[in-house]
């Protein structure tokens, strides 16, 4: 994805990331939900950009991020992996 495209779509959604992140126990632990965090956020970005470019249209391009977030356990109502 483009600096531009990146730029003109992003993805916001709530969870409980805070408590689960002071809950890590280690800074390798918080390392790794982080990366996994960033991972699925980016996952969802690239599957709402691919709705917009395939054709689709802004409401098609935020329910394909938030059905890719919903389905990534990182997100499943707070469960860490």
């Not at 390392?31 to 991972?39: A, D, H, M, T, V």
């Not at 391009?61 to 707070?78: D, L, Q, T």
């Amino acid at each position: 994805m483009s600096a531009h495209a990146s730029q003109a779509f992003s993805t916001a959604h709530s969870t409980d990331s805070e408590d689960l992140q002071k809950n890590a126990k280690t800074c390798q632990e918080q390392k790794r939900y982080f990366y996994l965090w960033f991972i699925a956020v980016s996952e969802a970005a690239r599957s709402g950009y691919a709705a917009l470019t395939g054709g689709g249209t802004a409401v098609d391009a935020v329910e394909a991020a938030v059905v890719c977030m919903e389905n990534n356990p990182i997100f499943n109502a707070g469960k860490y992996l």
